[in-house]
C-alpha cells in the first residue's frame, strides 16, 4: 500500500535551516507529481511546494519562494528550508497527487513538527 514517512522536523532559531525528507513506499514515484503542504497552530492546510514527476518543475507558495527548495531522487521527497521564521512553524505533510482531469492529493504522511523559535 502507499506510505508516506516525513522526518527531520524538529526545534530551530528564526535564522536557521531544516531538511525535511519523505520516504515513500507502495507506488511508482517517478510517475507522480508531489507536493509539501504545512498546517500552523489553529489554521487550515496550506499548500507550499509542488514538484513535477521529472522533477524539472518546482512551483512555490509566496510565502516560502526565495526560502524553500523541494527536490526529488530515487523515492524520496525532500523540503529544504532556509531563513526560517517563527511564521513557518507548522506540521509538515507531504501528499501524492491523483490527477483525473485536475489534480488532488490523495495519500498523505503523518506529517513532522517544525518549531521555529528562540
Known amino acids: 500500500q502507499v506510505q508516506l514517512v516525513e522526518s527531520g522536523g524538529g526545534l530551530v532559531q528564526p535564522g536557521g535551516s531544516l531538511r525535511l525528507s519523505c520516504a515513500t513506499s507502495g507506488f511508482t514515484f517517478s510517475n507522480y507529481w508531489m507536493y509539501w503542504v504545512r498546517q500552523a497552530p489553529g489554521k487550515g492546510l496550506e499548500w507550499i511546494s509542488s514538484?513535477?514527476?521529472?522533477?524539472?518543475r518546482t512551483y512555490y507558495a509566496d510565502s516560502v519562494k526565495g526560502r524553500f527548495t523541494i527536490s526529488r531522487d530515487n523515492a524520496k521527497l525532500s523540503l529544504q528550508m532556509n531563513n526560517l521564521k517563527s511564521e513557518d512553524t507548522a506540521v509538515y505533510y507531504c501528499a501524492k497527487s491523483y490527477c483525473s482531469g485536475s489534480c488532488t492529493m490523495d495519500y498523505w504522511g503523518q506529517g513532522t513538527q517544525v518549531t521555529v523559535s528562540s
Open positions: 514538484v513535477s514527476n521529472s522533477g524539472e
